[in-house]
């Protein structure tokens, strides 16, 4: 159970803040000057993640970030803190389920994924061209 818990604050924090996915710029000023010598770990963090799973990733990113977009419209609606933390704890059970199910990923692959793109810029380009190419596939069957 706490290991369900822990993925899911890792997840909501991640989907909460994925903007270094969005801008490769801001995945490279996240910490260049904490960890300047990086580039033989980079390499071997991009060949450890096949491109199975970045598509993978990149399915249930698009979920996520659609379950991110719709509590963060309801949260900057709410002023009542506990009504808040209850929509926060709602969004992440949603994420975490939506990752779930997606096929080819399971949670922890999921963070992995997203922790390692955040200090590997080849794989967040990786991730970035999956997630363009899926988009389109994705648009029709989120618009129900």
């Known amino acids: 159970m706490t290991t369900r818990y822990i993925a899911a604050a890792l997840l909501t924090a991640a989907a909460f803040g994925l903007v270094p996915l969005s801008t ?7 910490a260049p000057e904490t960890q300047p010598i990086q580039a033989q770990p980079e390499s071997k963090g991009e060949a450890a993640v096949s ?14 970030d659609k379950i991110r977009q719709e509590y ?51 794989l967040v380009k990786r991730v970035q061209e999956k997630l363009q190419e899926s988009a389109p596939t994705q648009q029709p069957a989120t618009q129900q």
């Open 24 to 30: 490769p710029a801001s995945a490279q000023q996240a």
């Open 72 to 122: 963060a419209a309801k949260l900057q609606a709410t002023q009542d803190a506990g009504a808040k933390q209850q929509l926060q704890t709602e969004g992440s059970k949603q994420m975490v389920q939506a990752v779930e199910g997606s096929p080819g990923i399971s949670v922890e692959e999921y963070n992995s994924i997203l922790t390692a793109a955040q200090n590997d810029p080849a």
């Open 51 to 64: 491109d199975q799973k970045i598509e993978a990733f990149a399915v249930a990113y698009l979920q996520v």
